[in-house]
């Protein structure tokens, strides 16, 4: 066999495997304990057939009676549960990511579901696919209802999956923008008939001009006709990228197709995910960022989430030590306007101004903040060193 039909055969051998690939490889463990799987069978009329699904629950679902949660869709099955509970739990505890109930969406017919054109290229297998609209209709009508019926959630969801599910997921965005917030697609199998699903993505963000969604997508060592309809697909995202939409991609050198989504899943829900702490990158320069940024958060959290006092002047003194006082000064007024009962904002805006040498500016706050405070309060003392500072320095400059 010539080299180039060698290389030729191991293309369609790729292709074919990122087709009719199930669910990707995980590791060998179960779900903690601590989580609740509970395995539902719907009756679709959309689809003619009984389709199962496993709803995994929080930790906190039985404690918590009138907490709602984001829900994750994920297609290909219970068997990406464990690596995406640990990820998250990870996460999670470093509260950077919200308790979530995740929907694993078990298979029938993998390729005629998730494809939504059928395959007429001859590198892959002929005649298949194109039921994408049918089973997203199922998804829409059915399944969301049905868990949302059944399962306090709220209005954050996700849909995640990879190769064939990946072109489902990129399907999904184009055609119900507003039915998910998010959308991740692990290496998804663009090649498919002729480049249809990279052709259709690329219509779409070329006509969009705002989308507020998240997403995801990489790409391991796959070569040949993927690796080429991908790269151009994911250069047109990346160029003609829609107001409002968040989009991440990796790309893995040594990582083989079936491992995509464990190279990515920390990166598709860290980078989705807001932590509680805004962090400093999150600023933009106008302090009205910082309750976007809670709104943002709230939305994803499922709760209303005002800007914590602490994380406000934490801000401000991020500005303080970089020696942008001015800044700084602006961060801790806006953070009294948010919390005017809060001894420590006053006292923040105190620092502000005692290190920009306003130390009348600086005792006005200080008294605001001793005004409202008691003696054992946490804080009381620095307030009132902060005072006695102030005097000796305001007495020194009068003389």
């Known amino acids: 066999m010539k080299k180039s039909n060698i290389f030729k055969h191991i293309t369609a051998v790729v292709v074919f495997i990122a087709a009719t690939s199930t669910a990707v490889a995980q590791p060998a463990q179960s779900v903690a304990t601590e989580y609740k799987l509970q395995t539902e069978i719907i009756n679709s009329k959309v689809l003619n057939e009984k389709r199962t699904i496993t709803v995994q629950l929080p930790k906190s679902y039985a404690a918590t009676p009138n907490k709602t949660y984001p829900v994750i869709y994920r297609l290909d099955g219970k068997e990406n549960l464990p690596l995406m509970t640990n990820v998250l739990a990870r996460l999670q505890e470093a509260n950077a990511a919200p308790e979530v109930i995740i929907v694993a969406i078990e298979n029938t017919d993998r390729m005629r579901d998730l494809y939504p054109t059928v395959n007429q290229e001859p590198i892959g297998p002929v005649g298949i696919g194109g039921g994408a609209p049918k089973f997203l209709n199922f998804i829409k009508s059915e399944l969301m209802p049905f868990v949302e019926h059944k399962y306090r959630t709220h209005d954050f969801k996700v849909i995640a999956g990879a190769s064939a599910a990946g072109v489902f997921v990129l399907y999904a965005l184009q055609t119900e923008p507003e039915l998910f917030q998010a959308h991740i697609a692990y290496s998804p199998a663009v090649w498919w008939d002729f480049g249809a699903t990279a052709k259709s993505t690329k219509a779409f963000v070329s006509k969009t001009k705002n989308l507020n969604s998240y997403l995801y997508m990489n790409i ?157 309060y946490d804080g009381h003392e620095v307030y009132v060193a902060r005072k006695a500072r102030l005097l000796k320095l305001l007495e020194s400059e009068q003389n």
């Open 220 to 376: 391991g060592e796959e070569s040949g006709l993927m690796r080429e309809r991908y790269d151009d697909m994911h250069n047109f995202i990346a160029s003609n990228t829609p107001k409002g939409l968040r989009f991440v991609s990796d790309e893995f050198a040594n990582v083989p197709h079936a491992l995509t989504s464990v190279a990515g899943i920390f990166n598709a829900y860290q980078n989705l995910f807001l932590p509680l702490q805004m962090p400093f990158r999150a600023y933009n320069g106008d302090p009205s960022s910082i309750g976007d940024y809670y709104q943002r958060l709230s939305k994803q959290y499922g709760e209303a989430t005002p800007p914590p006092e602490p994380v406000i002047r934490e801000l401000g003194y991020q500005f303080v030590n970089s020696g942008n006082l001015d800044e700084a000064i602006n961060i801790f007024k806006y953070g009294i306007t948010l919390h005017p009962e809060q001894p420590d904002a006053y006292n923040g805006l105190a620092f502000g101004y005692e290190q920009n040498k306003m130390y009348q500016a600086s005792l006005e706050q200080v008294n605001k903040a001793l005004a409202l405070s008691k003696e054992g």
